[in-house]
């Protein structure tokens, strides 16, 4: 049977700054997607917060680009906007770009991950959403789950890895794609995705029979609107086990905290700390960026639950094993931030277009002399 997941996500307004969702905005989300429920739009779901973000995740057999599942997200982030605009959270609305819904959700400011698939016997999902961060953030760890068998000991071990993962790689100013197989096209693929803030990993297949193994959200907030008008925040969705990586070949990446582009005022890089969903909330200049993790299983196009119909949700990163990740994380905001607004902790000059920056030079435009 093909079923979908799909998450889409989307910073409705937050509590005392650029840092969590409150708890009457995720009760929105729960509300809304119970009734989803009841009017059989969708199949389960489960409702969760990466710092600011609101994160509808739904499981449902419309398939992707469903025009019902993406206005319901759309009509749910709007009535999360009006209750953030009542109580005056802060950046309420910040990612509804768009006035009106029409046809697809994406290209209007909310990110969204999906992925249509034939379910596996039993099928072992990953989701991972991240704050203060934007959509290359994962090119990193999606390399090196499919393509380094340091990280990855199935692609030695297992047979049915041994031919090895296809990337599609999205050009973002350029608008274009490609697809790259590693292990042949491994240093073409890095040279690529060394770039992480021109160039994404959007979808990743096993080679031998092109099953679609990861997918993330391409939403660059600041293509759009050709400015800068908040994070990206990206998620992404992977299968796991049963010749894919194995789940905790999935988290391996996770172990050391890995430097991404976006931290306070989307305009300094900074380092990824995996954290519970209890630590989902960015303080210490507005993050360190965070990263959340939930794993759960696909069955009969719903999430697994218990007896009470409560989805069965693990929250991956809530483990010591990712405490040197997190010490790390915080050793290297106090190494970074020593350097203030200097390169390479502020992002270069051409990305810092995007931001509010050239606003403040515009005021010494006149100023300037011939030398
Ligand atoms: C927003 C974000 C924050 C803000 C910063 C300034 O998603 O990541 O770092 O950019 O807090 O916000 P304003 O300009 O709204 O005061
Ligand atoms: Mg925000
Ligand atoms: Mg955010």
């Given at each position: ?16 700054g650029h ?111 991240a704050d203060k961060t934007s959509?290359g953030a994962?090119?990193f ?53 060394g770039s992480p803030q021109n ?23 600041s ?5 800068y008008?908040?994070k ?24 050391h905290s890995y430097f991404v582009e976006g931290w306070m005022r989307g305009s300094h890089w900074g380092p990824l700390m ?8 960015c303080t210490v200049f507005d993050g360190p960026p965070r990263i ?33 990740a997190r010490r790390e994380a915080i050793s290297y905001t106090a190494i970074i931030r020593r350097m203030g607004e200097f390169e390479p902790a502020r992002l270069s000059a051409e990305s810092m277009e995007y931001t509010t920056l050239p606003k403040v030079l515009?005021?010494l ?7």
């Open positions: 049977m093909r079923t979908t997941i799909t998450i889409i996500k989307c910073d409705v307004g937050s509590l005392a840092h969590v969702v409150p708890k009457p905005i995720l009760d929105i989300g729960e509300r809304r997607l119970k009734e989803a429920v009841e009017t059989g739009l969708i199949n389960s779901y489960f409702v969760f917060n990466a710092g600011d973000d609101l994160e509808l995740l739904m499981v449902h057999t419309r398939g992707e680009n469903n025009e019902e599942i993406h206005k319901f997200a759309w009509d749910t982030f709007k009535e999360a906007t009006e209750k953030a605009l009542n109580l005056k959270l802060y950046g309420a609305g910040q990612d509804m770009l768009k006035e009106a819904f029409s046809g697809n959700i994406r290209g209007m400011g909310p990110g969204v991950a999906e992925m249509e698939i034939e379910e596996r016997a039993s099928e072992p999902i990953v989701v991972f959403a959509v994962f090119n760890p999606l390399f090196k789950i499919f393509a380094d068998p340091f990280n990855t000991a199935g692609l030695i071990i297992d047979p049915n890895m041994a031919g090895g993962f296809k990337f599609e790689v999205m050009d973002l100013k350029r608008h274009e794609k490609v697809v790259l197989k590693c292990p042949e096209e491994m240093y073409e693929l890095l040279a690529l995705i160039y994404i990993i959007s979808h990743v297949w096993r080679a031998r029979d092109n099953l679609l193994c990861a997918s993330t959200s391409t939403t660059k907030l293509l759009i609107a050709g400015k008008v908040g990206d925040d990206p998620v992404m969705i992977i299968r796991a086990q049963h010749g894919l990586p194995a789940l905790g070949e999935i988290l391996m990446p996770f172990l995996p954290v519970s969903l209890k630590h989902s909330k959340v993790g939930i794993g759960f299983q696909v069955s009969n196009g719903k999430i697994a639950s218990d007896d009470n119909g409560k989805p069965l949700i693990t929250d991956l990163f809530d483990d010591p094993a990712f405490e040197l515009e005021k435009r006149d100023r300037f002399r011939p030398i």
